[in-house]
Antibody
Framework: QLQLQESGPGLVKPSETLSLTCTVSGDSISSSGYFWGWIRQSPGRGLEWIGSTHYSGNSKYNPSLQSRVTISVDTSKNQVSLKLTSVTAADTAVYYC??????????????WGQGTLVTVSS | DIVMTQSPDSLAVSLGERATINCKSSQSVLYSSNNKNYLAWYQQKPGQPPKLLIYWASTRESGVPDRFSASGSGTDFTLTISSLQAEDVAVYYCQQYSGNPPYTFGQGTKLEIK
């Protein structure tokens, strides 16, 4: 049974780096053909796709965040990580880890973790 | 970016009645090369993450009850729940996953029991 468990600090100071980890169980990042990514949700911005990657590379990011975001995988730990630099209050959101199904050249968020709330505040 | 606009923002329907939610995209999400609409629908219940219901605009995800159906092509799409059940109370989102990122979502439609 697939499970995605997000973890990381719930409070980050403005201008610092937000770092989250998603631990995957029930699937192997390095053997499946799926993409692994992050989506966030806030009252003001709704649902916002951040980006995703495949263990072999092929990362895609939201252009509005591309200069600040990095998504990577650690196959030895079966984990996906998110780093978002220079955060502001606008980055306050629930962050979801997602497994994306490759679909005819695109990617579809077919399974989501429970999410973790990150607040940006001094 | 492709803007997704849902209507209505909220909807109250009696148990057993039909619920219809609309989604409009600012650009077509239909690929002529494969005749597929890159449009998905999600259901989010309180305190839970979104759950994929429909993809390719009309294909139900495995395990989704057949009272959920969807249709549309190009820029106009509809999600229908044929006979509303109490467990269907949720916020419903459409999302386009076509072309280059970002893959954008609608603002959501809150479905309640009348």
């Amino acid at each position: 049974q697939l499970q995605l468990q997000e973890s990381g600090p719930g409070l980050v100071k403005p201008s610092e780096t937000l770092s989250l980890t998603c631990t995957v169980s029930g699937d192997s990042i390095s053997s499946s053909g799926y993409f692994w990514g992050w989506i966030r949700q806030s009252p003001g911005r709704g649902l916002e796709w951040i980006g995703s990657t495949h263990y072999s590379g092929n990362s895609k990011y939201n252009p509005s965040l591309q200069s600040r975001v990095t998504i990577s995988v650690d196959t030895s730990k079966n984990q996906v990580s998110l780093k978002l630099t220079s955060v502001t209050a606008a980055d306050t959101a629930v962050y979801y880890c997602a497994r994306e199904r490759p679909v005819n050249g695109q990617r579809l968020a077919a399974f989501w973790g429970q999410g973790t709330l990150v607040t940006v505040s001094s | 970016d492709i803007v997704m606009t849902q209507s209505p923002d909220s909807l109250a329907v009696s148990l057993g009645e039909r619920a219809t939610i609309n989604c409009k995209s600012s650009q077509s999400v239909l690929y002529s090369s494969n005749n597929k609409n890159y449009l998905a629908w999600y259901q989010q219940k309180p305190g839970q993450p979104p759950k994929l219901l429909i993809y390719w605009a009309s294909t139900r995800e495995s395990g989704v009850p057949d009272r959920f159906s969807a249709s549309g092509s190009g820029t106009d799409f509809t999600l229908t729940i044929s006979s509303l059940q109490a467990e269907d109370v949720a916020v419903y989102y459409c999302q386009q996953y076509s072309g280059n990122p970002p893959y954008t979502f609608g603002q959501g439609t809150k479905l309640e029991i009348k």
